[in-house]
């Protein structure tokens, strides 16, 4: 079971770190991504770390603002959002899968555990 939280309302050009424990299993040897949805949108890739813990697969549309880490020993993964964007504002969710290849951890659907969902709301 996977647990977001660490969402909230923000201005604009502010920061927010959203963390995802997970429980009842261990993340070491899982991928790990984010992924968001806004209003009336798909659900979008936004970071991923693959199953040996390396972080650095990114929307074009978050790089060199947001930031995927985890920690294996406390089975958590974090995302550390900077200078936000209205853009930005969505629904964040957490996942994970043991079996995703690199060249899939942009895929949704190759995730079979997901966090319930975090808002994140960028204003104005």
């Known amino acids: 079971q996977l647990q977001a939280s660490g969402g909230g309302l923000v201005q604009a050009g502010g920061s927010l770190r959203l963390s995802c424990a997970a429980s009842?299993?261990?993340?070491?040897?899982?991928?790990t991504g984010w992924f968001r949805q806004a209003p009336g949108k798909e659900r979008e890739f936004v970071a991923a770390c693959n199953r040996n813990s390396i972080c650095t697969v990114y929307a074009d549309s978050v790089k060199s603002r947001f930031t995927i880490s985890r920690d294996n020993a406390k089975n958590t993964v974090y995302l550390q959002m900077n200078s936000l964007k209205p853009e930005d504002t969505a629904v964040y969710y957490c996942?994970?899968?043991?079996?995703?290849?690199?060249?899939?951890?942009?895929?949704?659907?190759?995730?079979?555990?997901w966090g319930q969902g975090t808002l994140v709301t960028v204003s104005s």
């Open positions: 009842a299993r261990t993340i070491r040897g899982y991928a």
């Open positions: 996942a994970a899968d043991n079996s995703i290849i690199q060249s899939r951890l942009w895929n949704a659907v190759q995730y079979d555990y």
